[in-house]
T-cell receptor
């Protein structure tokens, strides 16, 4: 069955550094991969979409890569700020499935 | 625009009681979704509606029913609540289906406890 893995442990990053989050998937071939941000007590908010034929996508301080050979996406936040602290969810989409990863909690330390 | 709204925000039910969670969107989106989120389990799709008049099962449909009342509204019904249905429920909508890449817009959630 399809499986998505994100860093299960919380990630602590010093302010100003680059935070890198990982999303690995198995047993399916997504045509798209989305990343969402979720703050405590709130619904997820869409951040970025990357297509299978795109290697990299950028939006302001955010960068996403998509390696269909490794079956992996990396999500980078450069020049991180305490306001970037949240849980980040990946959602590889394809094969008629809508599946979200469990998310990685990111803490940016001032 | 309010985006996606959900009612109620909180609910406590006794085992065996029934209730309907309401969801509405004002973005003229075609597709709507119901998810549940449990600690350590992530977001799991219960049901979705690709367009008005259609509904399909997601990953965890047992114990739930849905109604796509019109293009704006998508309700989730628990006929006989069980403690295993204690969760946070999110409604979402997208312009078209996410399987073609469209982003989902989520509501604020309903926190349901079944005792």
């Amino acid at each position: 069955s399809q499986k998505i893995e994100q860093n299960s442990e919380a990630l602590n990053i010093q302010e100003g550094k680059t935070a890198t989050l990982t999303c690995n998937y198995t047993n399916y071939s997504p045509a798209y991969l989305q990343w969402y941000r979720q703050d405590p007590g709130r619904g997820p908010v869409f951040l970025l979409l990357i297509r299978e034929n795109e290697k990299e996508k950028r939006k302001e301080r955010l960068k996403v890569t998509f390696d269909t050979t490794l079956k992996q996406s990396l999500f980078h936040i450069t020049a991180s700020q305490p306001a970037d602290s949240a849980t980040y969810l990946c959602a590889p989409l394809g094969d008629d499935k809508i599946i979200f990863g469990k998310g990685t909690r990111l803490h940016i330390l001032p | 625009n309010a985006g996606v709204t959900q009612t109620p925000k909180f609910q406590v039910l006794k085992t065996g009681q029934s209730m309907t969670l309401q969801c509405a969107q004002d973005m003229n989106h075609n597709s709507m979704y119901w998810y549940r989120q449990d600690p350590g389990m992530g977001l799991r799709l219960i049901y979705y509606s690709a367009s008005e008049g259609t509904t399909d099962k997601g990953e965890v449909p047992n114990g739930y029913n849905v109604s796509r009342l019109n293009k704006r509204e998508f309700s989730l019904r628990l006929e006989s609540a069980a403690p295993s249905q204690t969760s946070v429920y999110f409604c979402a909508s997208s312009e078209m289906g996410p399987l073609v890449g469209y982003e989902q817009y989520f509501g604020p959630g309903t926190r349901l406890t079944v005792t």
